[in-house]
């Protein structure tokens, strides 16, 4: 049986100084790095913050012994809280090392490279080595790409979007990857998760108990036009719709909401399809989710799972994570000023 007490979370932080965690907030979402803030206490009122600032930590969710996931980045921020008569609080904020692209800005072209290797290189720069991409349908070459007093970061993110990938990490006990997915379909997958709408008492196993679930309104077509000089009278235009040739739409409306954009800011046809493709897709991802509330440690964005045990069946299917929020506690490791001992996860 899983309970709230079975719950703990530890920090490494290296040999030199031991941390407990007191409390923690991790925020996660997809195409965006995540964010770990730490509440901590130590024996030690003199922590060197230039020994921490900008080093690899690993934060563990343990149940029991078993350790069900790893949160690894780098020190972004260390603070000093109160001190008492034996312990002194800390807060500490750990972020992905992708996070450095975002202190860095340039004006810079790239000529004859594909967009991965274009990324590759402000990644090699910003010291993040631990990358994969999923391969894209069709690759080619940008003829001209120019950074314009944008951050790496601002810069990686558009060209990720113009090729129709999303990003997201994985952890492991010492380091974490950085990984580019192109279809939600090839993701990796949790398993299983349970829905129990009555989660007091006995419980076999960590479970959601809150699901609320939401259709929208969006943009269902997208059309691109753009211009070559080579060919003037040529009309470089390319739509992608939701709506097919009878009139059904995939969207959440029957009725065309058309978004028109120019430049499409591509020279061949090659590249304007799916970039017109992957300006719908985006539109279309989140028209339809889902919020769920419940202590499974497991779930990450830019993984798949399949859910169990609703109610309603059309909701028992296949799903993809986009953001999450985790929060927990642990007072028992302030034994000597806690009033109230325990450890809580949501």
Known sequence: MATQSDYRYTLNAGDKYHFDVVGFKLTE?????????????????????????????TFTFWLGDKAVRYVNGIVTGFGLGKSGFVRTSYQMVVEPALV?????????????QNSEKIIRTLLQKNRVDNVAFEPLPSDWEREYCVQYRETDLTFIERLAAEEGWYYYFSHGEENHALHFGHQST?????????????????????????FEYCRKVTTNQHTLRDYTFLNPNYTLEHQQSAVNSDGVSSSSSQHTYENYDYPGRYKRDEQGRPFSRYRLESALALSETAQATGDDMRVIPGYGFTLEGHINPAFNQDCFVVRGEHQGYQTGVMEEVAGEVGNRYE
């Open 29 to 57: 979402g997809l195409s965006e790095p995540f964010k770990l803030e730490l509440q901590l206490s130590s024996f030690d009122p003199n922590v060197s913050f230039s020994a921490l600032i900008d080093t690899p930590v």
């Open 100 to 112: 450095r692209a975002a202190l860095q800005s340039d004006s810079r072209i790239f000529q004859h």
């Open 186 to 210: 090839a993701s990796p997958i949790l398993g299983t998760l349970i829905y129990n709408a009555t989660p007091a008492g006995d419980r076999p196993a960590a479970s959601l108990w809150q």
